[in-house]
């Protein structure tokens, strides 16, 4: 299957049958479960959405990982995430949560024009889900002033195993 792909992660739909399916459902991470609780015992007066198995990461020994995540579609719960919860301060993903997050209040609830739609494929594009390369020479700089290679983009990159587009 990996050989097929060509990486190392791979959208659970695409592992075995019904019954790889089964299994990854009754075997949730214990750490998801604790935090699904958790929200449970703190709200609780909502049903949250259950979770599932999203993609599946194959080691290079071999081993297997489920990624599993909640999606949330009711505004209720998203702004409930963002307003108690939110992200670590400090790191790129505030940055890029805050900048989603503005974007999902500024168009939610109505239909969108195709301007706006390109709009958001545009906040989109420039809040990747991956870290970018000058956040981390941003806060190496920040961190280490003196340090020289924090300024060079290209080492940042390959340390990151980044290609020059990403």
Avoid: C
Wanted: hydrophobic content about 35%.
């Amino acid at each position: 299957m990996v050989e097929e792909l060509g990486r190392r992660k791979i959208p659970a739909r695409f592992v075995g049958g019904p019954e790889a399916w089964n299994i990854m459902q009754q075997n949730p991470p214990k750490s998801f479960v604790q935090e699904t609780d958790l929200l449970n015992l703190a709200h609780k007066e909502i049903i949250w959405p259950g979770g599932y198995p999203t993609r599946i990461h194959l080691s290079k020994k071999d081993r297997i990982t489920a990624f599993w995540e909640i999606h949330l579609t009711r505004p209720d719960l998203i702004d409930l995430i963002h307003d108690e919860y939110g992200m670590l301060p400090g790191t790129w993903k505030v940055r890029r949560f805050e900048n989603l997050y503005d974007a999902y209040r500024k168009f939610r609830g109505r239909k969108l024009t195709d301007e706006e739609i390109r709009e958001i494929r545009k906040i989109k594009e420039e809040n990747q889900h991956k870290i970018s390369v000058e956040w981390v020479s941003e806060k190496v700089q920040e961190l280490f002033p003196d340090a020289q290679q924090a300024r060079d983009l290209e080492k940042i990159r390959k340390m990151l195993g980044r290609s020059e587009k990403e």
